[in-house]
Structure formats: C-alpha cells, structure tokens
C-alpha cells in the first residue's frame, strides 16, 4: 500500500513558476513509476511526466522543456517543476504510482493516485 500526497500548487501568472512535491508513504517506493497527471474539469486525465524506477523519464510533448520531473528515493518524493506556465497548464495535478505491468495490456498490478493539488494560471 502506498499513500500519496500533494502540494505545491497555487494560483500564477502566465510565465509563472512552481513546483509541486509529492510526498509517498509505503514500502518499495524505489521500485514505482511516479508520474504526475493533470485533470481539467469533464475531462479525461493526461500525462504531463513520469519517471520510472531506474530513473527514464517521459513528458508530454505540450510541456517539454518545460517541465522536470525527478525523484527522491530516500525521502520518498517526486517533484515536478514547472517554469513558464500558460494557461493551458491549469488543472488538478495528481500523483500516481505505478509497479509491475501486466501484458498485454501493460496495466498496472499495483497502482496508487494522490488526492490532487490544483494549478491555476491566469492573469
């Protein structure tokens, strides 16, 4: 079992600033894919970054270059940094844990979502 908890977000200008963390409790964090998703209101969640166990990383093409995405293994907590925030970035940003796919699907045996932190971005 792993808990996950959010924080960092705000309410920014566009070409703001910010860093969320996320905290996680458990066992064999060092063993999850940690990756940040963001939700706007009626719409389905999208990836914004993840960073798996050794370290790869992967971001959405709409903020590459961005945003950073990197981990803590001792403290347990990802963080994601995010610089030159549009608009378009605004949403409920999440935290989500994920270990062992199963074929064929590649859906996650053991997989945990945070409560979410909300990022805003207007003038």
């Known amino acids: 079992q792993v808990q996950l908890v959010e924080s960092g977000g705000a309410s920014v200008p566009p070409g703001g600033s910010l860093r969320l963390s996320c905290a996680a409790s458990?066992?064999?964090?060092?063993?999850?894919?940690m990756a940040w998703y963001r939700q706007h209101p009626g719409k389905d969640r999208e990836l914004v970054a993840s960073?798996?166990?050794?370290?790869?990383?992967n971001y959405a093409d709409s903020v590459k270059g961005r945003v950073t995405i990197s981990r803590d293994n001792a403290k347990k907590t990802v963080l994601l940094e995010m610089v030159n925030l549009k608009p378009e970035d605004t949403g409920l940003y999440l935290c989500?844990?994920?270990?062992?796919?199963?074929?064929?699907?590649?859906?996650?045996?053991?997989?945990?979502w945070g409560q979410g932190t909300q990022v805003t971005v207007s003038s």
């Open positions: 458990g066992d064999l964090f060092d063993l999850y894919t």
């Open positions: 960073i798996s166990s050794g370290r790869t990383m």
């Open positions: 989500h844990a994920g270990r062992l796919k199963q074929p064929p699907t590649d859906a996650w045996t053991y997989e945990y």
